[in-house]
């Protein structure tokens, strides 16, 4: 799923320190930028300037954060799919999301922040996470369009992570990224028996087409003239490619995929430029991006709820296992004492 | 094999298929809400090997019956007085605290059964139960490990799971219960003989309760129906919300 939906003005972070620098810090700055430029990995002891290891840190947790409220929109379907087969694919599907919010934790974790710091900002609303998760997931299509478009529009944004200049975030998106194209073609394989079943599965299968395409395209952030962090990002390889590349990439490998599914982009501006190759659409109606990333999205409210929850519910059980281990040592040093 | 002894294994299959899909559905209900990242995990997981046993065991038993019905079938197509399942596992989640309570008395029936049905004179069955149990090894390690942690935790989370423990002991004594049906079975090398699991799951449970510092309840009045097709009010509600699709959309495939 997601990267750069949060690239918007508003965040912090990025920019670097208007402080002066040092004579020292402008050596290690220059070293630093050759090593980004040579295409060598920076690893968690290495000297990093302090906007590189805060927008890292914002990005990755935003990732993280972004993985585990994923898990709840499709976690909707789990106890609802309509085969064994594909109840076992999307538990396995949720199951793997869980496991990129661990890896990512953990890629954060190597910058000096801890898991629980992050959590506790994403529960006081401070961190965010990516908005395409702050719609519902109405009827069972909404799973295979999740895969099909939003695990898709996550892979453009994605795959390029896996150079990020930053080692252990670029070794976490290998991985991540071969499981997500395992979901992108799951998703397709979903919309597609949809699309080819009855009238019924495939009205089912073009309204989610309808309500996801163009959240999907804003997944890619703001258009480059609005993004906030792109140049300095992009030299430090963090990223690799703007958001309207991306997007440009996105709507080029997605529109043929709808036409063999038979379903109808909801775009009427949508015409392939025979000169150019790609797919021209429509404008961007980022009032409504804008509305769900200062909380007003149809599930803001509930998915940060149900977060809150799970964890509040669950602080007696982190206590006991905390008290339980804490016992254990006592009887062990008992033993050997 | 004899007409009356496919019938028997179809309804010993059912039976264990049914506790295997209705319990990975509770479990399943987790994710996303659990205490922390592992385990939403970890119970995810769980749920997703004890659905892939359904699997298995539902696609046999509907061989057995010889009337066509596949694993979908099976799950999605039956109402409630035909679902074989224990009442222990179609018990709501609650907490966490009743979910590893439930968990783990389960899993110490299935770690002994499959271990067990390893050595069936059943070929299918046998192959079955070595897939399973490979698994349920390591749910039976990690529901005891928490109930352990929950018992021999805080005063909070012992009251806890000490309290889940009360509510659902009744449910145990039909998955270890004599049961005629099963006498051919026995006698053909088919599946264990009861009164063994239920000396070697008794056995396991109070090992686990002794480290959990929680107190074996006794044995009293057992809740039984499961066998026979009768429930609890909440196996309904669970089934609605499963079977929503398949019944909704008759004609159509997913």
């Given at each position: 799923?997601?990267?750069?939906?949060?690239?918007?003005?508003?965040?912090?972070?990025a920019?670097?320190?208007?402080?002066?620098?040092?004579?020292?810090?402008?050596?290690?700055?220059?070293?630093?930028?050759?090593?980004?430029?040579?295409?060598?990995?920076?690893?968690?002891?290495?000297?990093?300037?302090?906007?590189?290891?805060?927008?890292?840190?914002?990005?990755?947790?935003?990732h993280?954060?972004?993985?585990?409220?994923?898990?709840?929109?499709?976690?909707?379907?789990?106890?609802?799919?309509?085969?064994?087969?594909?109840?076992?694919?999307?538990?396995?599907?949720?199951?793997?999301?869980?496991?990129?919010?661990?890896?990512?934790?953990?890629?954060?974790?190597?910058?000096?922040?801890?898991?629980?710091?992050?959590?506790?900002?994403?529960?006081?609303?401070?961190?965010?996470?990516?908005?395409?998760?702050n719609?519902?997931?109405?009827?069972?299509?909404?799973?295979?369009?999740?895969?099909?478009?939003?695990?898709?529009?996550?892979?453009?944004?994605?795959?390029?992570?896996?150079?990020?200049?930053?080692?252990?975030?670029?070794?976490?998106?290998?991985?991540?990224?071969?499981?997500?194209?395992?979901h992108?073609?799951?998703?397709?394989?979903?919309?597609?028996?949809?699309?080819?079943?009855?009238?019924?599965?495939?009205?089912?299968?073009?309204?989610?087409?309808?309500?996801?395409?163009?959240p999907?395209?804003?997944?890619?952030?703001?258009?480059?003239?609005?993004?906030?962090?792109?140049?300095?990002?992009?030299?430090?390889?963090?990223k690799r490619?703007?958001?309207?590349?991306?997007?440009?990439?996105?709507?080029?490998?997605?529109?043929?995929?709808?036409?063999?599914?038979g379903?109808t982009?909801?775009?009427?501006?949508?015409?392939?430029?025979?000169?150019?190759?790609?797919?021209?659409?429509?404008?961007?109606?980022?009032?409504?991006?804008?509305?769900?990333?200062?909380?007003?999205?149809?599930?803001n409210?509930?998915?940060?709820?149900?977060?809150?929850?799970?964890?509040?519910?669950?602080?007696?059980?982190?206590?006991?296992?905390?008290?339980?281990?804490?016992?254990?040592?006592?009887?062990?040093?008992?033993?050997?004492? | 094999?004899?007409?009356?002894?496919?019938?028997?294994?179809?309804?010993?299959?059912?039976?264990?298929?049914?506790?295997?899909?209705?319990?990975?559905?509770?479990?399943?209900?987790?994710?996303?809400?659990?205490?922390?990242?592992?385990?939403?995990?970890?119970?995810?997981n769980?749920?997703l090997?004890?659905?892939?046993?359904a699997?298995?065991?539902?696609?046999?038993?509907?061989?057995?019956e010889?009337?066509?019905?596949?694993?979908?079938?099976?799950?999605?197509?039956?109402?409630?007085?035909?679902?074989?399942?224990?009442?222990?596992?179609?018990?709501?989640?609650?907490?966490?605290?009743?979910?590893?309570?439930?968990?783990?008395?389960?899993?110490?029936?299935?770690?002994?059964?499959?271990?067990?049905?390893?050595?069936?004179?059943?070929?299918?069955?046998?192959?079955?139960?070595?897939?399973?149990?490979?698994e349920?090894?390591?749910?039976?390690?990690?529901?005891?490990?928490?109930?352990?942690?929950?018992?021999?935790?805080?005063?909070?989370?012992?009251?806890?799971?000490?309290?889940?423990?009360?509510?659902?002991?009744?449910y145990?004594?039909?998955?270890?219960?004599?049961?005629?049906?099963?006498?051919?079975?026995?006698?053909?090398?088919?599946?264990?003989?009861p009164?063994?699991?239920?000396?070697?799951?008794?056995?396991?449970?109070?090992?686990?309760?002794?480290?959990?510092?929680?107190?074996?309840?006794?044995?009293?009045?057992?809740?039984k129906?499961?066998?026979?097709?009768?429930?609890?009010?909440?196996?309904?509600?669970?089934?609605?919300?499963?079977?929503?699709?398949p019944?909704?959309?008759?004609?159509a495939?997913?």
């Amino acid at each position: 799923m997601y990267t750069q939906g949060l690239d918007a003005k508003t965040e912090q972070g990025a920019q670097p320190s208007p402080r002066l620098v040092t004579e020292q810090e402008a050596a290690l700055q220059g070293r630093f930028q050759e090593r980004v430029d040579a295409e060598e990995k920076i690893e968690p002891r290495d000297w990093m300037p302090d906007g590189y290891r805060r927008t890292l840190v914002r990005q990755i947790s935003q990732h993280a954060h972004s993985e585990i409220v994923g898990m709840l929109p499709e976690g909707n379907w789990i106890t609802r799919a309509p085969t064994l087969r594909r109840k076992v694919a999307l538990l396995a599907k949720v199951q793997d999301e869980g496991g990129h919010g661990l890896y990512l934790y953990s890629a954060a974790e190597t910058l000096g922040v801890s898991r629980d710091e992050l959590i506790g900002q994403l529960l006081s609303g401070k961190a965010k996470y990516s908005s395409i998760f702050n719609y519902p997931t109405p009827t069972w299509a909404d799973i295979g369009a999740i895969g099909w478009l939003v695990d898709g529009a996550a892979i453009m944004n994605q795959v390029p992570l896996c150079r990020c200049s930053y080692g252990p975030y670029a070794r976490a998106m290998v991985r991540i990224c071969r499981e997500e194209s395992f979901h992108q073609r799951q998703g397709y394989e979903l919309m597609l028996a949809l699309a080819q079943g009855t009238a019924e599965q495939k009205r089912m299968a073009q309204d989610a087409l309808n309500r996801w395409w163009w959240p999907s395209l804003m997944m890619f952030g703001p258009s480059d003239e609005q993004s906030a962090h792109s140049s300095q990002n992009m030299a430090w390889k963090i990223k690799r490619f703007s958001n309207d590349e991306l997007r440009q990439r996105f709507v080029d490998a997605t529109v043929p995929q709808a036409e063999f599914l038979g379903l109808t982009i909801p775009d009427p501006e949508l015409r392939l430029n025979a000169e150019t190759g790609h797919y021209e659409f429509g404008a961007i109606d980022w009032t409504e991006f804008n509305e769900i990333l200062k909380g007003n999205g149809p599930c803001n409210r509930e998915r940060i709820e149900a977060r809150r929850k799970a964890w509040d519910d669950g602080a007696w059980v982190r206590e006991a296992a905390v008290a339980h281990a804490a016992k254990r040592r006592q009887r062990a040093l008992k033993k050997a004492g | 094999m004899s007409t009356d002894l496919k019938e028997a294994l179809f309804g010993y299959t059912l039976r264990l298929g049914d506790t295997s899909l209705v319990l990975g559905h509770r479990l399943s209900e987790w994710c996303g809400h659990a205490p922390e990242l592992e385990e939403d995990i970890a119970l995810t997981n769980v749920a997703l090997d004890l659905v892939g046993h359904a699997r298995m065991l539902l696609t046999y038993a509907g061989e057995l019956e010889g009337k066509g019905r596949d694993e979908d079938r099976l799950a999605y197509r039956r109402d409630v007085f035909d679902y074989r399942n224990h009442l222990l596992v179609e018990q709501p989640n609650r907490d966490f605290g009743h979910t590893i309570v439930r968990q783990f008395l389960h899993d110490a029936w299935a770690v002994e059964l499959y271990g067990r049905l390893c050595a069936s004179t059943d070929e299918t069955l046998a192959g079955i139960a070595a897939k399973a149990v490979k698994e349920v090894r390591y749910h039976v390690r990690h529901s005891g490990d928490w109930l352990v942690r929950l018992g021999d935790g805080t005063e909070i989370s012992h009251a806890k799971v000490a309290d889940a423990l009360g509510r659902l002991w009744p449910y145990t004594g039909e998955m270890v219960e004599r049961d005629e049906s099963e006498q051919a079975l026995v006698a053909a090398g088919i599946v264990p003989d009861p009164a063994e699991l239920k000396a070697a799951w008794t056995a396991r449970v109070e090992a686990v309760l002794n480290d959990a510092t929680l107190d074996r309840p006794a044995d009293g009045w057992m809740q039984k129906g499961g066998r026979r097709g009768e429930h609890s009010e909440h196996l309904g509600y669970l089934l609605a919300e499963m079977q929503f699709l398949p019944r909704a959309y008759p004609d159509a495939n997913w």
